[in-house]
């Protein structure tokens, strides 16, 4: 039995610069923070000859062919994994469609997890680009390159995406005690909507395609809030980091319709009136989790309890994919 995991992540800055139709000309660049919540793989051999998946349904099929779903079945196909004699479990802290980078967690967690049993080394930065390439490539969805690679990494990390398609990987410059107070003073609610994050991509990927000027020009202003994002985390102004979270957020509801909806920014505005300096919905937007910076959150916590959301509270996860156990 092999079990691996790959952490979920919060992005501190720059989102939705890591898609190709927008870093192909301009580059891109963000801020990601790998979480203590998880995506976990169980890989077993089975006493049959079939392959059986087991996540939100179940499937038992003879053919890699004949596996409905696609990140399993285009997983398989790039490590030429053999479909017969295997039991593969998937679960997760948090569910689907929230905004944390579920598909890359779990694309992530699966390759390695294959890679391992078929024994071949791979690299973090090789596993975060297989992941890539399943999604981007093979499935053509329209998704970014952030989720892969800060799963595979781990940390609170800096990504710039070339216009080459290459990535640099680089942590953030945080001192002990700046890191401390981002996670202590860091609250996530639930908004309790879900969405496929390929619906909201997809829209701002077709616009960044026809040269939208609108949709370049407020990812162009977002780049340049990632890097100001950077400029305040590393000097540890966490006050400065927090508005330019505000600004970012207000930026980010321009790019589509279906951003926010009028409960969303009811609470949003709730917790900027209980001591939130500044947040935003994680993700594409839509629904999922709502973070917010706070420095005091106790009166935080009291006012969105009162209004019915729930809280999960994360730390920062530093080893990125990993094997869990092996037997």
Not at 55 to 63: A, D, G, I, L, N
Not at 67 to 89: C, F, G, M, N, W
Not at 129 to 145: F, H, T
Not at 189 to 218: C, H, P, V
């Amino acid at each position: 039995m092999i079990i691996t995991r790959s952490p979920l992540r919060i992005s501190l800055g720059g989102g939705g610069t890591d898609l190709p139709s927008y870093y192909r000309e301009r580059g891109g660049f963000l801020i990601s923070a790998a979480v203590d919540q998880y995506v976990y793989i169980t890989l077993h051999q089975s006493f049959f000859e079939e392959l059986i998946i087991k996540y939100s349904k179940m499937e038992r099929v003879q053919r890699l062919e004949d596996i409905q779903h696609p990140l399993i079945r285009e997983a398989l196909r790039l490590v030429d994994r053999k479909a017969s004699y295997l039991e593969i479990t998937s679960m997760s802290d948090i569910p689907a469609g929230t905004g944390m980078g579920s598909s890359g967690s779990f694309l992530t967690a699966l390759l390695h997890a294959l890679h391992i049993q078929t024994r071949s080394v791979v690299t973090k930065q090789e596993l975060a680009e297989q992941a890539c390439s399943i999604e981007m490539e093979r499935l053509r969805e329209p998704v970014g390159k952030q989720d892969p690679y800060i799963a595979a990494f781990g940390g609170i990390t800096c990504f710039e995406f070339r216009c080459d398609g290459s990535v640099k990987v680089e942590p953030l410059k945080l001192s002990a005690e700046t890191s401390a107070n981002l996670e202590e003073n860091l609250a996530l609610f639930y908004t309790g909507y879900t969405r496929a994050a390929s619906d909201i991509l997809r829209d701002q990927d077709e616009k960044t395609k026809t040269k939208d000027q609108s949709m370049l020009d407020n990812l162009d202003f977002v780049k340049q809030l990632g890097f100001e994002s950077k400029k305040a985390l590393e000097s540890g102004d966490l006050r400065a980091f927090a508005e330019l979270m505000h600004v970012h957020w207000e930026r980010k509801k321009k790019r589509s319709a279906g951003m926010t909806n009028s409960t969303i920014d009811d609470w949003y505005e709730l917790a900027r009136r209980n001591g939130a300096l500044g947040g935003k919905l994680i993700g594409a937007g839509g629904g999922g989790f709502l973070m917010v910076y706070t420095e005091d959150k106790t009166r935080l916590r009291r006012a969105m309890l009162g209004a019915g959301v729930r809280e999960i509270r994360v730390g920062f996860d530093f080893q990125g994919t990993t094997l869990v156990t092996q037997s």
